[in-house]
T-cell receptor, first 108, second 114 residues
């Protein structure tokens, strides 16, 4: 069956460092993949979408890679700030499935 | 500003009752979705609709029903057949199903069975 796995443990890093979150998927080949941010008690907010023919996508301090051979996407936040603390979800299309998320904490 | 409005924010249901969660969007999106989120878990798809008067079951549709009579509205009814309805419910919309654009989510409804 189709499966998505994100970093199973919460990620805790020092302010200013680069945070790297992993999304692995199995048993299907999405045409594109989305990343969302979710704060406690709120709905997810769309951040980035990367297509299967794109290796890398950037938006301000965010960078996403998509390796269809490894069936993996990496999500990077450079120069991390405490305000970046949230849960980040990946969603490989087109099956409208979301991963369970990685809870990221940035300590000052 | 365009967006999705879910109401109420908190809802309490007695055993055996049906309750309806509201979702309204003014983004002119064709596709709308309902997800359920349990603590520490990802989003699971309940139902989705590609267009008015059409909807499809998601992974966990049992005990739920929907309607799509207007483009802007996609209400979800949690019936008494849903044995464990306590959860956080999220409504979302997109330009179309499968479109490579992001989804817009509402702020959610937290349903508790009392």
């Amino acid at each position: 069956s189709q499966k998505i796995e994100q970093n199973s443990e919460a990620l805790n890093i020092q302010e200013g460092k680069t945070a790297t979150l992993t999304c692995n998927y199995t048993n299907y080949s999405p045409a594109y993949l989305q990343w969302y941010r979710q704060d406690p008690g709120r709905g997810p907010v769309f951040l980035l979408l990367i297509r299967e023919n794109e290796k890398e996508k950037r938006k301000e301090r965010l960078k996403v890679t998509f390796d269809t051979t490894l069936k993996q996407s990496l999500f990077h936040i450079t120069a991390s700030q405490p305000a970046d603390s949230a849960t980040y979800l990946c969603a490989p299309e087109p099956k409208i499935i979301f991963g369970s998320g990685t809870r990221l904490s940035i300590r000052p | 500003d365009g967006g999705i409005t879910q109401s109420p924010k908190y809802l309490f249901r007695k055993e055996g009752q049906n309750v309806t969660l509201s979702c309204e969007q003014n983004l002119n999106h064709d596709a709308m979705y309902w997800y359920r989120q349990d603590p520490g878990q990802g989003l699971r798809l309940i139902y989705y609709s590609q267009i008015v008067n059409d909807f499809q079951k998601g992974d966990i549709a049992e005990g739920y029903s929907v309607s799509r009579e207007k483009k802007e509205s996609f209400p979800l009814t949690v019936t008494s057949a849903q044995k464990n309805p306590t959860a956080f419910y999220l409504c979302a919309s997109s330009i179309s199903v499968g479109a490579n654009y992001g989804y817009t989510f509402g702020s959610g409804t937290r349903l508790t069975v009392v």
